[in-house]
């Protein structure tokens, strides 16, 4: 346990009583101490994302960027901007697929640690908060860290002390309705999150792709630590990743409620088929049957590994699931990608 964490919690406690489980996670991710001080992403970290998987990744969202250019009449430089940027791993794949075009890449990251290693890497300026008028803003696995509140039945679920150690306590609940007779979660910070885009998009997209469902208010909250999953996240604040499935219909609600397009979401499976995954792994495969032709062994069994893993990002048990979230400016329309990925998807 992160013992500065655990103190500050327990001080918030001392100070107003049991605190909401937003003001938990934002102690236990987001502040001194907390789990997002540095880079936790990555092999050598506690979980890894889509663009660690392969560079396809990073290649594929370059191709989706650059077809919302194409929609924005080319401007130049090209101004895009990544929220959760982490260790950079996705900046630089986005940066090499658009090498030919001006582009401006700015990464925000909360965690110092992150902006530390974010600013080494060539082309990319570095910030804590949201702040410019980008033309496309992309979000890779934030919504599901963001600080949420809980709720059971009309009750909230608070988070008190009982003997050092911290515990679930039910409390009033002072905020909008959400009638339910089971357990819903309010994105609160997903919620600030979209403000914060509808205020600064003059004119352009934002691409947030992560896990979750349409209308499923409930989430299965745990957390991560050595790429294991943590089931009780109240026992280790400050080592233990928190997350939970990102309801994206109330978080479309709240879009459009702030004068955002909101276009319908599709899986990452269906994103990256249309964007031309399976060409990409034909490619591949006619690469690895040249270097074997070639009697280059060593290289063609790189080649399938590499496009072994890659498969996981289109895997519908696996990275595959994600949800694309695609997000705009008044008047703009949906890209091609979108629309044919959409063909695929099964209703929501």
């Not at 502040?31 to 970290?45: L, M, T």
């Not at 890894?48 to 929609?71: D, N, R, W, Y």
């Not at 679920?157 to 911290?166: C, L, M, N, Q, T």
């Not at 909250?221 to 990102?246: F, K, M, N, Q, W």
Request: no cysteine; charged share 20%; hydrophobic share 40%.
């Amino acid at each position: 346990m992160s013992e500065q964490v655990a103190e500050a919690i327990r001080g918030a406690i001392h100070d107003h009583g049991p605190i909401t489980f937003a003001e938990f996670m934002e102690r236990a991710l987001y502040g001194p101490g907390g789990f997002y001080d540095d880079p936790p992403v990555g092999a050598h970290g506690d979980f890894v994302t889509s663009p660690h998987v392969h560079p396809v990744f990073g290649a594929m969202l370059g191709t989706a960027v650059a077809e919302l250019f194409a929609i924005l009449g080319e401007p130049e430089p090209i101004r895009i901007t990544e929220v959760g940027a982490g260790d950079g791993t996705l900046a630089t794949q986005v940066i090499g697929a658009l090498a030919e075009r001006d582009v401006d890449y700015e990464a925000i990251d909360v965690s110092p640690g992150a902006r530390s290693s974010l600013a080494v890497i060539d082309g990319v300026r570095t910030g804590a908060t949201l702040s410019d008028a980008p033309h496309v803003v992309i979000a890779n696995e934030l919504l599901d860290n963001l600080p949420f509140r809980r709720m059971h039945g009309d009750r909230e679920v608070r988070v008190g002390v009982d003997g050092g150690r911290f515990v679930e306590v039910e409390a009033a609940w002072d905020g909008d309705p959400y009638p339910a007779d089971h357990e819903t979660i309010v994105p609160v910070g997903a919620f600030a999150f979209i403000d914060r885009l509808a205020f600064s998009h003059d004119r352009g997209y934002a691409l947030l792709i992560d896990y979750g469902d349409v209308g499923t208010p409930g989430g299965d909250i745990h957390g991560y630590r050595d790429h294991r999953v943590v089931e009780d996240v109240l026992a280790d604040p400050g080592s233990t990743d928190i997350t939970a499935g990102v309801d994206f219909a109330m978080i479309a609600n709240h879009a459009s409620q702030r004068g955002l397009v909101v276009f319908p979401t599709v899986t990452q499976h269906d994103a990256l088929i249309a964007l031309g995954f399976e060409e990409w792994l034909r490619g591949e495969l006619e690469r690895q049957t040249s270097q074997l032709d070639a009697r280059e062994g060593l290289e063609a069994v790189r080649t399938w590994s590499g496009r072994s893993r890659a498969t996981l990002l289109v895997d519908p048990s696996a990275l595959g699931r994600l949800r694309w979230f695609l997000l705009a400016s008044p008047g703009l329309p949906a890209p091609a990608w979108l629309d044919a990925a959409g063909q695929s998807s099964a209703p929501d």
